[in-house]
């Protein structure tokens, strides 16, 4: 016989059953879920959040799904407060959302499907840095709104003007967490390099895509960012603080006592220990001699030359000198006379200290031609001082070749026969001085038009200027003396350019 308390729930039961209701009694128990509404996203990891409406002494449950027919069969997420975050989802699509009561065991209904979208913004701009590794280059940038790709393009020249457009770092996109990417040099230098590497002294220029992965359009980096590989350290040997000087050929045809004491005042307010002037006379030479006092000499008087080198007589002397042609494309013309000196020192640091050669060149160019003509004019003339150099180098010494290389490299191409001074000594065994440990003013032209410079805009300023490396093993600091005047004016219209190197040990 049923106890009273059974026939009294047996009874409740066909109650309900008698209204029609397909309910549990727990689920009668407990309210639908109202109010849910959107709490916020987190774009960057794909993920929404929810709120909606307290039932008195309940723990939720949530759901999500692409779809509304996808939520039947999504995992179901437990939460103990009126707001819950969503596992990645697609950013690209509505994604919905059910939410529902729990308590004591007993469950609620699921609450009415909510649809919400993740409100994706035009992707913003990444700003590049970067840092010079070992034959490489790391670019690095941080965190910028609305993007879920990165692409690193480079380009060997500013503003991206190198023959054959832009290189791609890593070969495509980098996802959303990506911060930073390496691109690696060539380490030998060769045509076909595209002036890249260490020893060329140029930097790699970066620029960045971004996107987000549901909208279309990209958005590109202000401008490109030039970024020098590391720079060696030189090893052990004799320091020296090397010059080159265009003071330039008696402008408004006089050589003033004015202009030569501010030649002086410009060599010695630096602290150098030997000078390749270019445009400088055997007169202009002579002046500037007998200005910087006893201890200073000219290292090989060219009478008919426009080039001369001068060598502190405290710290060097001369153990041997002469002259070598350089052609000339001027019409009417005869070859540049280009003088040459092997300095020993007199106090040298070490049995194994050597003697170094150094080399004062200015190429010439004519004007009235074409600029793939003068490239390739000046591509002869280096070769052959290259020659010259090495039959007047007989034994086989640290070389320094300075001087005016008239480079400004635009347009930027590696073609055959069409490669100027500078990379065209690089790629024979030299290294620009510029590629040191540090670097001063390389935002400056080193051609001053005796006027006031500016830092160019692209950050890192075309040369005419070089001091060019062989058999050593990078510089120590490269200094472009940009601004400097004399008594309120400009001694030439070209800056003084020194490197402190390091003639290295046998």
Same mark, same amino acid.
């Given at each position: 016989?049923?106890?009273?308390?059974?026939?009294?729930?047996?009874?409740?039961?066909?109650?309900?059953?008698?209204?029609?209701?397909?309910?549990?009694?727990?689920?009668?128990?407990?309210?639908?879920?109202?109010?849910?509404?959107?709490?916020?996203?987190?774009?960057?990891?794909?993920?929404?959040?929810?709120?909606?409406?307290?039932?008195?002494?309940?723990?939720?449950? #949530?759901?999500?799904? %692409?779809?509304?027919?996808?939520? &039947? =069969?999504? *995992? @179901?997420?437990?939460?103990? +407060? /009126?707001? !819950?975050?969503?596992?990645?989802?697609?950013?690209?699509?509505?994604?919905?959302?059910?939410?529902?009561?729990?308590?004591?065991?007993?469950?609620?209904?699921?609450?009415?499907?909510?649809?919400?979208?993740?409100?994706?913004?035009?992707?913003?701009?990444?700003?590049?840095?970067?840092?010079?590794?070992?034959?490489?280059?790391?670019?690095?940038?941080?965190?910028?709104?609305?993007?879920?790709?990165?692409?690193?393009?480079?380009?060997?020249?500013?503003?991206?003007?190198?023959?054959?457009?832009?290189? #791609?770092?890593?070969? %495509?996109?980098?996802?959303?967490? &990506? =911060?930073? *990417? @390496?691109?690696?040099?060539? +380490? /030998?230098? !060769?045509?076909?390099?595209?002036?890249?590497?260490?020893?060329?002294?140029?930097?790699?220029?970066?620029?960045?895509?971004?996107?987000?992965?549901?909208?279309?359009?990209?958005?590109?980096?202000?401008?490109?960012?030039?970024?020098?590989?590391?720079?060696?350290?030189?090893?052990?040997?004799?320091?020296?603080?090397?010059?080159?000087?265009?003071?330039?050929?008696?402008?408004?045809?006089?050589?003033?006592?004015?202009?030569?004491?501010?030649?002086?005042?410009?060599?010695?307010?630096?602290?150098?220990? #030997?000078?390749?002037?270019?445009?400088?006379?055997?007169?202009?030479?002579?002046?500037?001699?007998?200005?910087?006092?006893?201890?200073?000499?000219?290292?090989?008087?060219?009478?008919?030359?426009?080039?001369?080198?001068?060598?502190?007589?405290?710290?060097?002397?001369?153990?041997?000198?002469?002259?070598?042609?350089?052609?000339?494309?001027?019409?009417?013309?005869?070859?540049?006379?280009?003088?040459?000196?092997?300095?020993?020192?007199?106090?040298?640091?070490?049995?194994?200290?050597?003697?170094?050669?150094?080399?004062?060149?200015?190429?010439?160019?004519?004007?009235?031609?074409?600029?793939?003509?003068?490239?390739?004019?000046?591509? #002869?003339?280096?070769?052959?001082?290259?020659?010259?150099?090495?039959?007047?180098?007989?034994?086989?010494?640290?070389?320094?070749?300075?001087?005016?290389?008239?480079?400004?490299?635009?347009?930027?191409?590696?073609?055959?026969?069409?490669?100027?001074?500078?990379?065209?000594?690089?790629?024979?065994?030299?290294?620009?001085?510029?590629?040191?440990?540090?670097?001063?003013?390389?935002?400056?032209?080193?051609?001053?038009?005796?006027?006031?410079?500016?830092?160019?805009?692209?950050?890192?300023?075309?040369?005419?200027?070089?001091?060019?490396?062989?058999?050593?093993?990078?510089?120590?600091?490269?200094?472009?003396?940009?601004?400097?005047?004399?008594?309120?004016?400009?001694?030439?219209?070209?800056?003084?350019?020194?490197?402190?190197?390091?003639?290295?040990?046998?």
């Amino acid at each position: 016989m049923l106890s009273r308390s059974r026939v009294v729930l047996a009874a409740l039961v066909l109650a309900l059953a008698g209204l029609g209701l397909s309910v549990t009694t727990a689920e009668a128990a407990l309210a639908r879920v109202s109010g849910v509404s959107s709490a916020g996203e987190d774009n960057y990891n794909a993920r929404l959040k929810v709120r909606w409406s307290a039932v008195s002494g309940a723990s939720y449950q #949530v759901r999500w799904a %692409g779809s509304t027919t996808g939520l &039947a =069969r999504a *995992a @179901v997420q437990s939460v103990g +407060t /009126t707001v !819950a975050t969503s596992p990645a989802l697609n950013r690209c699509v509505t994604n919905y959302v059910q939410v529902r009561a729990v308590k004591r065991g007993a469950v609620g209904p699921w609450s009415a499907a909510k649809g919400l979208r993740f409100h994706n913004g035009y992707p913003t701009r990444a700003v590049l840095s970067g840092v010079g590794l070992d034959n490489a280059v790391k670019f690095t940038w941080k965190w910028a709104a609305n993007v879920t790709r990165y692409r690193l393009r480079w380009n060997a020249a500013e503003w991206g003007k190198f023959a054959g457009g832009d290189g #791609v770092v890593g070969g %495509g996109w980098f996802n959303q967490y &990506a =911060r930073s *990417a @390496v691109l690696k040099l060539p +380490t /030998t230098p !060769a045509p076909g390099d595209k002036m890249m590497g260490v020893a060329y002294a140029n930097p790699v220029w970066g620029q960045m895509d971004t996107r987000h992965v549901c909208r279309s359009g990209t958005a590109i980096s202000l401008g490109y960012k030039p970024v020098f590989p590391k720079a060696p350290v030189p090893g052990p040997g004799d320091d020296l603080r090397m010059a080159t000087y265009n003071v330039e050929l008696f402008p408004n045809n006089t050589d003033s006592p004015g202009r030569i004491n501010g030649m002086v005042k410009n060599i010695t307010d630096h602290n150098l220990s #030997v000078v390749a002037l270019q445009e400088a006379t055997a007169a202009t030479a002579s002046s500037l001699e007998s200005k910087l006092a006893s201890k200073w000499k000219v290292a090989t008087p060219q009478p008919d030359a426009a080039q001369q080198i001068l060598y502190d007589g405290s710290v060097f002397r001369a153990v041997a000198n002469g002259v070598f042609d350089v052609p000339n494309p001027r019409v009417p013309s005869r070859p540049l006379a280009t003088p040459w000196v092997v300095l020993r020192l007199l106090a040298p640091s070490s049995q194994q200290s050597q003697d170094v050669f150094v080399t004062s060149i200015h190429f010439s160019e004519n004007t009235a031609k074409t600029q793939m003509e003068k490239k390739h004019d000046v591509n #002869v003339s280096a070769l052959a001082a290259l020659r010259a150099i090495e039959a007047a180098n007989t034994g086989d010494l640290p070389v320094i070749a300075a001087g005016d290389y008239r480079y400004l490299r635009e347009p930027f191409i590696d073609r055959a026969g069409y490669v100027e001074g500078p990379p065209t000594f690089v790629r024979n065994g030299f290294f620009d001085a510029m590629a040191a440990v540090r670097k001063v003013n390389f935002n400056y032209t080193t051609v001053n038009g005796h006027k006031n410079q500016l830092p160019i805009l692209s950050g890192v300023a075309s040369r005419s200027d070089y001091i060019m490396l062989k058999g050593f093993e990078g510089s120590r600091a490269y200094v472009n003396v940009a601004n400097w005047k004399y008594n309120g004016a400009f001694v030439s219209d070209h800056n003084l350019v020194y490197a402190d190197v390091t003639i290295p040990y046998r």
